[in-house]
């Protein structure tokens, strides 16, 4: 049965970088932060209370960024396999709260043994993966789009955008400046998606920053909650730490911010969220209902007929760092030659 009305939590919690370390000790260091977790979420529920039923938890909260680290590296020190020990500890955490766990994490994937993946994943009351969501824009990581062929061969085409239907509404799935591209939004909008989930680790200002400007347009847009789980600091890396701490927030179907935590670990972004108000909104007819009023097949073809980053551009090599850059740098020259940017 659907809960209509439930409290969530955007768990904002400090990010220790693996960075530097030994796959050993890597691997020790994300079992760590799982622990940690675990125990402040415990905390969280006995505070918040029982209602409490969605944790979204900030990006890459086991492991940091791969500041420098070659993809093989960091494949092998950080990147978790889609069903492994760390996946089924985080299930359990989620079985024994009862509740619907977001979590940010790089993956591994058997069928692209020599990349990783940015994923997001939903795990249920029962402690089983109900929804994964692999990044799909992204400046310095492998993406499904950079080997997009054989990603839909091995996985199909629902997979990447996937919404889940659960008691909790229909949940999807956004990492960090995915935020910024408002047609992923909008396509897992018109996937059903009625709570947006947004891992993140960004940059945190008392102004509103572009991702904050952005989540409030994503919500009203789509007329969707947006639960957004910033990182509470991060150590272990040469970056000042409370760079990226604070600002986790909620937001309504109108853009209206429900709640937002200031800087360091946190559980004040939780607020209610009310699934019968947002789909009588969404119901109702009139000028405000965006969704309702999107022109998917107007859209499709000016997509179609511009040229940005290209599908399979990664084909089958393992790139250095500085591929991204060189990819970059030849989508703004097809941009220019289209006469899009000067």
């Not at 029982?50 to 940091?64: I, N």
């Not at 939903?122 to 080997?147: C, F, I, K, N, W």
């Not at 061969?153 to 990492?175: I, M, Q």
Request: charge should be neutral; hydrophobic fraction near 40%; aromatic fraction near 6%.
């Amino acid at each position: 049965m659907t809960n209509t009305s439930y409290r969530a939590l955007a768990l904002q919690t400090a990010t220790h970088s693996v960075t530097g370390l030994s796959v050993t000790d890597a691997r020790a260091a994300i079992e760590t932060a799982i622990a940690r977790i675990g125990a402040q979420i415990r905390a969280s529920r006995a505070w918040i209370g029982p209602d409490l039923r969605l944790v979204v938890l900030p990006e890459y909260a086991l492991t940091g960024f791969p500041l420098g680290e070659p993809i093989p590296a960091w494949r092998d020190k950080a990147a978790l396999p889609p069903g492994g020990p760390e996946y089924e500890a985080l299930g359990a955490i989620a079985q024994e709260q009862g509740i619907h766990l977001v979590v940010n994490a790089y993956e591994s994937d058997p069928h692209f043994p020599d990349l990783y993946f940015q994923a997001c994943v939903v795990l249920g009351p029962t402690g089983e993966e109900v929804l994964r969501a692999r990044r799909l824009y992204s400046m310095y990581s492998p993406t499904p789009y950079d080997v997009w062929s054989r990603y839909l061969d091995a996985y199909g085409r629902d997979s990447v955008l996937p919404v889940a239907r659960t008691p909790l509404g229909n949940l999807a799935c956004l990492s960090s400046e995915e935020i910024l591209y408002p047609e992923l939004s909008r396509s897992l909008a018109l996937r059903g998606a009625e709570v947006l989930c947004q891992p993140t680790s960004e940059a945190s200002s008392p102004r509103l920053t572009p991702k904050a400007i952005a989540r409030r347009a994503r919500a009203i847009e789509n007329l969707a909650y947006l639960v957004s789980a910033n990182s509470g600091g991060l150590t272990g890396i040469a970056i000042p730490a409370d760079s990226t701490s604070g600002g986790s927030e909620l937001i309504d179907f109108e853009g209206r911010v429900l709640a937002q935590a200031g800087p360091g670990e946190s559980l004040v972004a939780a607020a209610e969220l009310d699934l019968a108000a947002l789909r009588r909104h969404r119901a109702r007819p009139g000028m405000g209902n965006l969704l309702s009023r999107a022109k998917p097949a107007l859209w499709a073809g000016e997509y179609g007929r511009l040229e940005g980053e290209r599908p399979d551009e990664l084909g089958d090599a393992v790139p250095d760092r500085s591929w991204f850059g060189r990819r970059q740098r030849a989508t703004l020259d097809r941009l220019r030659e289209a006469g899009v940017i000067s």
